[in-house]
């Protein structure tokens, strides 16, 4: 393992980051530029993650399948605003061996396009709705800005799922709920809290009529988008020539849904709970809850045989558990490794918890410090990493609260966000040209508006003085 | 669902199993030639298969992962026999948006290039090792052979791992281990007896020292590969500078394995397992392991209430079970479509057996019937499930135990194996001249030289007369 982390991250987040997500060993720079390996550490995050949504998406009946990951380009350009939207950022597969292919290939930006190829010869009759279908993939986007390791990145682990339904009421929401799985995901496995709202027109995925999205607030007083869910209306249906008989024996076209959430929400969540030590996990994600440290100066056998005791207990009462016995490293350093590494609960086991039977506990995240019985184990334990997790979805949803400033002046309104004082939350007009003169003036775009009907801010937007339609979030994406 | 296979199995093998997949709606092909969409059905099959292997693995101490999909062609190049091997089916990525790129990228055909770049940065003493990496990913070959669902794709859903030692006994074990492991899935989960044993040296994995190979004998008496273990010896760490401080503080060159599976296998299974309805699924594979037909002539709601009160204490008891209570289908229809599809175990339901509180079952391995009473479940279901599961692996061990003729003579040999007789076990110089002249003569090549040592069938080589080295195994590769 490496050395510490050497940047503090109230100096420069990004350096910090890029430290932290590579010492700690969650990822790393490959030999393909934007392209990153997702080492042991971090995936096993990702497997966690996987199998928590997995199950979530498996309880409302959707299937698993797999889907061909090149997409030839006359079946990804038949939805016209989907091919602009993804065109720029296509990587294309010209050659098959030695041969130049007849047609170039885009390695998958998305599968809708190949997908509803496939749906439109499977659904003939309203008994084949609704189609619920996700996939678990990578998927490639020629990125041209600097990527980051999880955050933005020329491969993305994700999923993709994507349904079809008779109505569109079906549609908007199957989107809704599993927007709310996205949520319940980022705040029950990162302690990651969210703001769920719809994105703007121009915002919107390239081919959606509504697109959802789940947003984070940063400590810089950037958003970062951690998951959408978009209702398709039947903007793909109709090119695809996906059709069903109804009950009365006419051709309707079905409404689709397409929602995905990506490796990138395991960058947020590092952005939001690390320190200047490293990451710091919630015990519902981490690989490790607890290590056990042996503190060794004599009696060893007996300690360690304590340490083993601690081990086998926690291990059988369904505790992740790590037991760091390496002779040639020093406590010290391993304390320092494993706060580097975020584990939630050190307990360092010497003598005196040996004769009196006790376990000294530091907690990851506020650096409490607790003496507890081995009998302790394990309500007392379990209670302690439930109380871990709680705690900084707590701290962490009011330090975002705080980081919100409702705002009515145009000229706050572009100082707070082009200097990232705050999340602005304002009065708007919700059109394109209006959005795209904030952005010239900001650097930012709107993040969301809220889904429930709200008491909008001021009567005319905050920007153009048009009148006002909604309250939306603005801030610079990170 | 569509409607029965029209082929017989004995009739044409080849067309018998297109239907038989695209019917019981395992896969499909897709918009793209050579590419296969795993639709939900079958793709449960692979996750069920996934979830049995990644616990394996797991259980020796090997981590996930994930690496780049591309590869630069510089990386790929660096093991000379292995570009050699894998160059002609690349699929190369040359453009990223709408730009050219300077080098071209390969879509992986295989990781053991751009994993051995990052080792090469991760490995720097003996305490790094050993690193035992599994990667579940696709993989891409240009095929240029017809490509077949499962059995020969473009694109193929697998894993390979990717582990490092100190020393070659290490490697060499994992690897061997490893093929249990393969050995047991095959066994276990499939209920498919395989031969194991090494490849020769023409047919070896490019780049190995020596290759592991687990191979299933189908009913046309063709093999088919299931699974690989290949022992890298220092082939690779050399040329990718891989190397270690020992503890004498002296650089070495690790040893290094590579391994995979894909889901070629579950086609082997079909191939095998299959028969003119369709499917035949282990109980330990198939997504349903009973099915429930309720046959409804009067008393509607009592009888649709046993066949709820059966689906739930099946369900209860941790089988899986589906109710078909479709009343757009007629049962006749039904067990027709549940018969292709390959569920292991039928339940008919109506109101004899309602009144009398038994269950009508039907095996679909053997079509055995049996009556059980309602207080049966669990224990004689599960004994019922486990003895077919037990008996298709007798009964296709025998079965292929029967098709292997031990050969002395060139003619036979030559006719055997032409003429898809038999698989042929014959002594066998082992020289790679003697394998190109026996794939001329028929249109094989050696399949596995079994691993332990055994007696020779005879002095000399079964076809080209000179010393006989090794028994060898010999069929055409389906």
Not at 38 to 57: A, C, T
Not at 318 to 343: H, M, T
């Amino acid at each position: 393992m490496a050395e510490g982390i050497e940047v503090k991250k109230s100096d420069d987040i990004t350096s910090w980051y890029n430290q932290v997500v590579i010492k700690s060993e969650m990822a790393d720079f490959s030999a393909i530029k934007g392209f990153a390996v997702y080492r042991p550490y971090g995936y096993e995050m990702w497997e966690r993650s996987v199998s928590y949504l997995d199950s979530k998406f498996k309880s409302v009946g959707v299937k698993n399948a797999y889907f061909p990951l090149l997409i030839p380009e006359s079946i990804l350009s038949k939805e016209k605003e989907h091919i602009k939207g993804f065109n720029p950022e296509v990587a294309w597969v010209t050659m098959g061996g030695d041969t130049k292919l007849d047609e170039r290939l885009a390695i998958r930006p998305t599968s809708e396009t190949i997908m509803y190829d496939s749906y439109s010869k499977w659904i003939k009759s309203y008994r084949d709705l609704p189609l619920l279908i996700n996939q678990w993939n990578t998927m490639v986007r020629w990125e041209t800005k600097e990527t980051r390791l999880f955050l933005r990145g020329r491969e993305v682990l994700w999923q993709e799922g994507h349904c079809v339904f008779r109505t569109e009421e079906e549609a908007d929401k199957n989107a809704r709920d599993i927007l709310q799985f996205y949520k319940q995901f980022m705040e029950d496995m990162l302690a990651v809290p969210v703001l769920i709202g719809k994105k703007s027109e121009s915002e919107k995925f390239a081919g959606a009529a509504i697109t959802y999205t789940a947003e984070a607030i940063l400590p810089n007083n950037f958003m970062s988008q951690a998951a959408t869910s978009h209702n398709l209306g039947q903007n793909f249906s109709k090119p695809f020539d996906i059709k069903f008989l109804n009950e009365k024996n006419e051709f309707e076209y079905p409404y689709q849904t397409s929602w995905g959430i990506s490796a990138r929400s395991l960058g947020v969540m590092v952005l939001i709970h690390g320190d200047d030590k490293g990451l710091i996990l919630s015990p519902h994600l981490a690989p490790y809850q607890v290590v056990i440290i042996p503190i060794i100066k004599d009696e060893k056998e007996k300690i360690i045989g304590y340490c083993s005791e601690v081990y086998s207990r926690l291990s059988e009462v369904g505790i992740r558990v790590i037991l760091d016995s390496r002779e040639e490293y020093s406590p010290g350093w391993k304390l320092n490794q494993w706060d580097l590494k975020g584990i939630p609960i050190k307990l360092q086991i010497g003598k005196r918890e040996y004769e009196t039977k006790t376990l000294s506990l530091k907690v990851r995240f506020n650096n409490e410090v607790t003496t507890l019985n081995y009998t302790d184990i394990p309500t007392k334990i379990n209670e302690k990493l439930e109380d871990i997790h709680k705690n900084m979805l707590e701290k962490t949803r009011e330090d975002s609260l705080r980081r919100i400033k409702n705002v009515k002046s145009k000229d706050e309104f572009v100082k707070d966000i082009k200097e990232n004082l705050f999340v602005v939350k304002s009065a708007w007009c919700g059109l394109p040209e209006c959005e795209e003169k904030i952005k010239e003036a900001t650097g930012a775009t709107s993040r969301l508006i809220p889904l429930e009907k709200e008491e909008l801010l001021d009567k005319n937007c905050v920007f153009c003085g048009k009148e006002a339609k909604v309250n939306a979030y603005f801030a610079k994406s990170y």
